[in-house]
Each structure stands twice: as C-alpha cells, then as structure tokens.
C-alpha cells in the first residue's frame, strides 16, 4: 500500500486571495491520491469550499505578515500568523513532506529558521530552478531570501546548490558560477572579488569561474550563486524579459498577418518559460522542503508545486 503523505499549504498571502490558494489545493487533491493537505489560515473560509473532510486538515491562523512588517519582530508579536504556523506544523507532523507558501519571503525565512533548520544548522537559502539554453536547469541561488551576505555565505550558497543539483538532476561535479559584472577574476564588487578565491579553493566545489548576467541562463554552469539582491533581479529580469519578448512576438503577428505561426512561437518560450510552474523557489538547507511560490501565484501554480514536492520525495537519494 502507497505511503499517505501530507503537504501543509499556508493560504495567505497570494495577491490573488486564499481562495486562489484554497482552489489550487483542492486541484491537489484532486491529482494526487496519495497526498492529503493541512490548510492554515481563514478556518471559516476554508470551509466554505467544502474540500474532502477527511483529506484536510485546517488550522485556524488569520494574520499575516504584510511587506511593511518586519519578520521577526511579527514572529514573537503576533500569534496567529499563518506562515508561521505552517512551518511549525510541518516541522512537527511526520508524514508532511513539506510546505508551500506564496506569502513573505522574509517571514517564511524566519519560520525556517525556527523550526526547519538542518542538524548542521545551515542557514536556508531560497533558490530556483530555471530552464537554460542547453535544454538543462540551473540552479540560481540565492534569489531574496539573504539580502545582505558574507564571502563565506556565498561559499555556502555553493554548497547548498551543488548539493541539489547533484542529488536530484544526478549530476556528478556540478559546475559552481558567480554571477559578476565581467567574466575576469578582477570583476566584480567587493563581496565578488573577496568570495572568488574562497571559492577556487573550496573542496568539494567545481568553481568555474564568473558569470555575467547575459550568460546566467546560458548553460554554461549549474549552480549559479549570487547574494539575494542581484540573484532576484537576475530571476525577475529573466521573467520579465520572456513575457516581453511573447508579448512582442504576438504583436507582430497581429500586424503582419502572421498570427498562426507567432502564436506557435509565442506558445513554444511560454511552454519552456512556463512561470506557473517554474515560479516556485525552494529553500535549501531546511530538514524538510520549504516551496516560495510567487505572490501571484494562482491554483495552477500551487498544483504545479506540489508536484514538484512529490517528485522531489519520489526520489529515494534526495535526504541521504
């Protein structure tokens, strides 16, 4: 008999409203025999939806941490956060596999933090899986979650990528990148330049060398490390950029008259950029998976994620 595994879904926090959030999960549900979901938030409005009782679990857990909340101090001054609780119940529940949010980074950093970490006390780093021109993934690492890092935080960062990329996509050295400003060892701000030899040195890591942002997705590494700030303007430009570009490419094609094969292009870079399902980061370093979907994240997207959640978990040699 198939194991039963949970995912504990946090249903604030979406711009699109819980019940963007609450649908996805029923969808969820819907797919996946073998999973059951713990749902915390709006307890009166999750059962509103009428979701199969005796496949849910709900939590009561209204507040929020909105974007002018400083995540810790809403971690100890206000009780009923509903990703605060989402972490701690998957902490505490054995047979949750993980957790999805599309509420603040920070926030869900800090219930990490609290509850998640590692036994090597490895401090989370959120990072995401993105499509690159060799028909491949790279890992770009970290992408919010640590705005302000250390030479020896990105050597972690590092780890942590190499780590994933060689557990779940069997890839035996990943090649470990910089992101910088030039490819040249001389480039770079200051945190570059100072993490750069840390990194040519650093057993276990195949350190090649520095990325520019124009080769981020170029294949040419797996792991790409940057500190917060500069790894989620390389993920937002990516995102904004490939919406242009489709947008630009249908245009066309209403103005030539070639609208059939513009919409066969448009839907090919929206197949291999699809965002509802490529927009979830994951935190790495947590005991358990820690699933950041974008905050406008719809029903599809979270199904998206909890398929990645169970594929992840099909794969025996992940947490060996």
């Known amino acids: 008999m198939e194991n039963k595994h949970t995912i504990v879904i946090d249903t604030l926090g979406s711009d699109k409203g819980p019940e963007a959030i609450i649908e996805g999960a029923k969808m969820v549900l819907d797919e996946f025999e073998n999973i059951n979901v713990t749902l915390v938030g709006d307890e009166e409005l999750i059962k509103s939806k009428n979701l199969p009782s005796e496949r849910i679990k709900i939590i009561h857990a209204p ?76 890992c770009l690492v970290d992408t919010g979650a640590s ?5 020896s935080q990105l050597v972690e960062f590092a780890h942590l990528g190499t780590d994933f990329m060689r557990k779940l996509y069997k890839i035996e050295s990943p090649r470990v990148g910089l992101l910088s400003n030039g490819s040249e060892p001389t480039k770079g701000n200051h945190l570059v330049k100072e993490t750069y030899p840390l990194l040519a040195k650093e057993e276990g890591i195949n350190f090649i060398g520095n990325i520019e942002g124009t080769q981020a997705l170029s294949g040419k590494c797996d792991v790409l490390v940057a500190e917060g700030f500069a790894g989620n303007q390389v993920l937002k430009n990516s995102e904004g950029m490939a919406i242009n570009l489709i947008t ?22 929206m197949k291999t950029y699809d965002f509802e399902s490529l927009g979830a980061g994951i935190m790495l370093g947590a005991r358990k998976l820690v699933m950041k979907c974008r905050g406008s994240s719809g ?14 978990i099909a794969n025996k040699t992940f947490y060996e």
């Open 299 to 312: 029903p599809v997207a979270i199904k998206n994620t909890a398929k990645i959640l169970a594929n992840i």
């Open 248 to 269: 630009e490419i249908i245009k066309f094609g209403k103005k030539t008259g070639n609208e059939e094969i513009t919409k066969q292009i448009a839907g090919y870079i």
């Open 63 to 138: 507040e929020t941490v909105t974007n002018y909340d400083s995540p810790v101090e809403a971690f100890y001054k206000k009780a009923n956060v509903s990703v605060f609780k989402a972490v701690e119940e998957c902490a505490k529940d054995d047979s949750a596999i993980g957790i999805i949010s599309a509420g603040n980074t920070g926030a869900l950093l800090v219930g990490t933090l609290r509850y998640l970490l590692n036994e090597k006390r490895t401090r989370p780093a959120l990072a995401a899986i993105l499509p690159n021109m060799q028909h491949g993934f790279t």
């Open 147 to 151: 705005i302000d890092c250390g030479p």
